[in-house]
């Protein structure tokens, strides 16, 4: 999820208002943990959700957990 923040620092200095960098600073954070990450290390699935590495695994199931419910039995 992008998020658009105001991080003003009460600098001291005649305010810029929205010229100033801090105004409006983007942050990207994971739809499932809320955790904050960098844009390339979040990850976007088909329904458009932006997941982080650890979430999006936790979304699937490795081959061998699938072999051990018997879901490749011959």
Do not use: H, W
Not at 15 to 31: E, H, M, S, T, W
Not at 43 to 70: I, M, W
């Amino acid at each position: 999820m992008r998020k658009v923040e105001d991080e003003c620092v009460s600098c001291g200095l005649p305010c810029l208002g929205n010229n100033c960098p801090n105004a409006k600073v983007i942050r990207y954070y994971c739809d499932e943990c809320k955790s904050e990450f960098e844009a390339d290390e979040l990850y976007v699935n088909d329904d458009e959700e932006e997941l982080c590495e650890n979430c999006l695994k936790d979304r699937f199931k490795t081959v061998a957990q699938l072999e051990s419910e018997g879901a490749y039995d011959d």
